[in-house]
């Protein structure tokens, strides 16, 4: 870890916010400083200039750096700051060297957004003593703002300072901006999203005798225990904050649910789904029925499914196609197709959801031919595939770790070793061929996503074009179709952006397409 004091600069105050005892001052809002130097363009070659002075003038001494830095013509302003800040990300030494040149500019005054940006890449670059000193600054010219907490909270939780994380609250209220129960609420926010909710957690608890919690607060601590999969922390934040006398936000009801059943424990979320149909049945909204009907068409419990989408109707909930997209894969998946396109007859306005729903249907039961012609459908009905159709289908039809085709021109293995040897991946190929020759290992999941990446480029478009052409010849129609679409709309980030402009222009016939299948 790099450490510095603090060159030609005055002397830090530290106050008695060390200590167990604080006065809680009224928060007030920052009042405005200097005034804000307008916003004028940045000339490149001076910033070029400037930073490659600060570059390779780093390690010098500041009066070597200050000559070059004055024999260079450039305008100073908070533009130019931050911009040279963004030229540097990682790096907190040419950014502080800068800012101390800064410092002797009558001219210039900083701001809470110079600031934030310069803290911000010294808390990337784990500089956490020279971080520390620069927010005793900043709480000294009173510069923090809720940008100044989410960068320092979320710097000091990854550096494991969860002392300095509590201190931070106590220095801002010690210089006079006082304590203020929503930016706890948006600092912890910002921690879990950041997967740091035991230190969230641990700010909370620390701060209560100064800043008391409320709903928002444990909702954040409930959501972020729920992404970490810790079900007995997010219970006990839970009853937490139900003894304190708050009600659980629907949120965070939410979550709970649908963790539950992620992690396959299916009765405990039906429990709280039914404990919430009977203590606060009118606050149930679509999002709730919504994650039942997903995850109970996902197991197979479709007569569940259906009962609880029958109740949704009489409450008069307007039921969203995302819904309708999970019944439908229930009953495809369940081999009930004339009842999944009974539904969809009575959706007006079908979006990619439901498309995705019939695929999926049918690719649970192997039927990859009807999850073709789905694919087809959609396009002649103007619904454009994304990325996830096509990685849905090639696993349909080559299977999730590939497959070997009967002509050598489409064997799986010589395509996929071809493709990573063109892409330079030799040590990859050379790897995969040993464990196809010893049959002893387990050949790995192949990667969809990144195949179809290493060829979104102008030279995928001829391999799919290419690729296409072969499985024609052989007879994968189907597979041929998904990759020459794939070659025509997908491959480049402008053939992606002008998709659909193309669809207008393209006549609606241009594929040939049968009518859906209707009789599995």
Known sequence: MLSRKIANSKPLIFSSFLTHHHTVRPFTAPTSHAPTNPIAPVNP?????????????????????????QKTDFHLTHEFFLQVCNKFPLSWRPVYKFYEYTLKQPEFTHSPLTFNKMVDV????????????????????????DKTFRIALRTLAKARELKKCVEFFHLVNAYGCGYSLDTLNKVVE????????????HVVIKLKDWIKPDGITYKYLICGFCDRGDMVEASKMWNLMVD?????????????????????????????????????????????????????????????ARMIFDEMQKRGIQVDNLTLASLIYGLVSKKRVR??????????????????????????????GEATE????????????????????????????????????????????GGLVKAGKSLEATMYVERVMKRGVEIPRFDYNKFLHY???????????????KLREVGLFDLADIFLRYGEKMTTRDRRRNMMVGLLEEPPNTWPLKHLPRNV
């Open 244 to 304: 304190e006398g708050y009600e659980v936000d629907i949120d965070a009801v939410d979550k709970m649910m649908e963790t539950f059943f992620k992690l396959n424990q299916i009765s405990e979320g039906l429990k709280l789904f039914q404990r919430m149909r009977l203590n606060r049945m009118e606050e149930l909204g679509l999002s709730t029925y919504r994650i039942v009907i997903k995850w109970m068409c996902k197991k197979c419990h479709l007569g569940e």
């Open 339 to 368: 009842e999944a396109y009974q539904i969809m007859e009575k959706i007006e306005s079908p979006d990619i959801s439901i498309y995705h729903g019939l695929i999926k249907g049918f690719l649970r039961v192997r039927k990859v």
């Open 190 to 201: 910002t921690l879990c999203k950041d997967k740091l909710v035991d230190e969230a957690k």
């Open 455 to 469: 060829y979104s480029n102008e030279e995928g478009v001829t391999m799919f074009h290419e690729v296409g052409k």
């Open 122 to 145: 010294i808390g990337k670059s784990r500089n956490i003593d020279l971080f520390w000193e620069v927010l005793h600054e900043m709480a000294q010219r009173c510069f923090v703002n």
């Open 45 to 69: 070659s001076h910033l070029l200039r400037v930073c490659t002075i600060l570059y390779q003038q780093q390690n010098s001494s500041y009066s070597k750096l200050q000559t070059n830095l």
């Open 374 to 417: 789905v694919f087809r459908e959609m396009i002649r009905r103007g619904c454009e595939p994304i990325m996830h159709t096509y990685i849905m289908l090639l696993q349909g039809h080559l299977g999730k770790r590939g497959r070997k085709g009967r002509d050598p021109l489409v064997n799986f293995d010589t395509i996929f070793v």
